[in-house]
């Protein structure tokens, strides 16, 4: 563990610097007073792209390598043509970075209010490949345009690849109390691509003889994510998957306002990104309404990446208690943030610290 954080900020657009504000000041609040944490902010995002056209130059990517971790707000607006930033800017992050583990737990707080009936038990990590399957821009338009287009977008998959992503999966699973690991994926209709990540998790689980595995097809991993959620424990899937079942978990376990992910290079060899899965949020920017839970939570994701364990779960553990003591009134984006600056310090090591 480092005693010193160079983190680059990105607070992107909308609600994202609104955010990430609240995500510095509880990150302040928990690390250890001898840690020093410098922060760079960079500007990107839709506000750069109107300025200057600019979404991701390498002089910034190459800047950006140089940080131990970035935060990202959110960036997006609907004055920027679809793709041009997640192509751009978040897809070239995470080709360029090579985070081929993109990690979203979903945990249900009590307190927090679910769509499901009951009182369902609901602790899982989606382990979701980041850099392959049909997010790799291969595939082609013919005759586009005309009513004989032909449009194809070919899902990449490498023994490689899926080896990795598989391995981290196993071995988070392994770390587990309960060391399950579920495969998702569609190997009765996608027979090559389900192969590989079929054999391949089949091969890599000799060596974890601990985990308990299953497969599910993704079709069925639905069904079960809202009626029997309390079987997941870890799940890994590829990148199309994991992005449709990460936000029905989202959704089942109380909503965008607390959903955080990690996209992770596992090896540190560049940079890991933490962000909120949810976007800019333009329709509520500069309001105040803003829950900035799920920038929080990944800063949590953040200090756990890092090596700061017993801080990531202060963190953790200061959300929970004020998910469980929202009473339904309507606090601002700040009141939160400071609400979880409150709880954090009241439990760091020795006592609340002076101001
Ligand atoms: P993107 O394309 O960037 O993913 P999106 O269209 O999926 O964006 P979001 O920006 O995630 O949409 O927001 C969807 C809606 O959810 C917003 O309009 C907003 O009202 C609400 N919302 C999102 N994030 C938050 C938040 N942190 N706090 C409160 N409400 C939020
Ligand atoms: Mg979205």
């Known amino acids: 563990m480092s005693r010193s ?7 992107g657009d909308g609600i994202g610097p609104e955010v990430v504000a609240q995500g510095l000041k509880v990150l302040g609040a928990a690390l250890p007073s001898d840690v020093r944490l410098t922060t760079t902010e960079y500007d ?4 750069r792209w109107h300025a200057t056209g600019e979404t991701l130059p390498d002089a ?17 607006d609907p004055s920027v043509p679809s793709g041009v930033l997640e192509r751009g800017l978040l897809l070239k992050l995470r080709f360029a970075f090579d985070h ?27 382990v979701r490949e980041g850099t392959e399957g049909p997010y790799t821009g291969n595939g082609g338009s013919l005759r586009t345009g005309t009513p004989a287009e ?25 770390a587990r109390p309960r060391k399950k690991l579920t495969l998702v994926h569609k190997n009765n209709v996608l027979v090559h691509a389900g192969h590989l990540w079929k054999n391949v998790f089949d ?29 997941f424990d870890v799940i890994v899937t590829d990148n199309l998957f994991g992005d449709i079942l990460t936000d029905l978990a989202a959704a089942v376990t109380g909503g965008i306002g607390l959903a955080a992910s990690g996209n992770i290079n596992p090896a540190g060899t560049y940079p890991s990104m933490f962000e909120p899965v949810h976007g800019s949020a333009p ?20 200090l756990r990446h890092l090596g700061y364990e017993a801080q990531a779960a202060r963190v953790e ?3 929970a208690a004020d998910v469980a003591a929202r009473d339904g009134s309507v606090r601002s984006t700040d009141e939160v943030g400071d609400a979880l600056v409150a709880r954090v310090t009241a439990t760091a090591p020795g006592g609340p610290v002076p101001a």
């Open 150 to 174: 032909v449009a194809t977008e070919v899902s990449v998959n490498t023994a490689y690849g899926v080896e990795r992503v598989v391995r981290d999966a196993y071995e988070r699973a392994q």
């Open 5 to 11: 954080i160079r983190l680059a900020v990105i607070p």
């Open 317 to 319: 553990d200061a959300v």
């Open 283 to 302: 329709d509520i920017a500069g309001s105040g309404k803003a829950d900035p839970t799920a920038t929080v939570l990944s800063v949590a994701l953040l």
């Open 100 to 126: 081929y583990v993109n990690l979203r737990p979903a945990r249900l707080l009590p307190g927090t209010a679910t769509p499901l009936a009951g009182d369902p038990r609901i602790d899982f990590v989606v």
């Open 203 to 231: 091969a890599v689980g000799r060596e974890y003889p601990e985990v308990t595995t299953d497969y599910l097809h993704v079709d069925a991993a639905t069904i079960f994510f809202v009626t029997q959620p309390e079987r």
């Open 44 to 47: 990107l995002g839709a506000r």
């Open 60 to 76: 910034e990517l190459a800047s950006l390598a140089g940080h131990d971790a970035i935060l990202l707000g959110a960036v997006g």
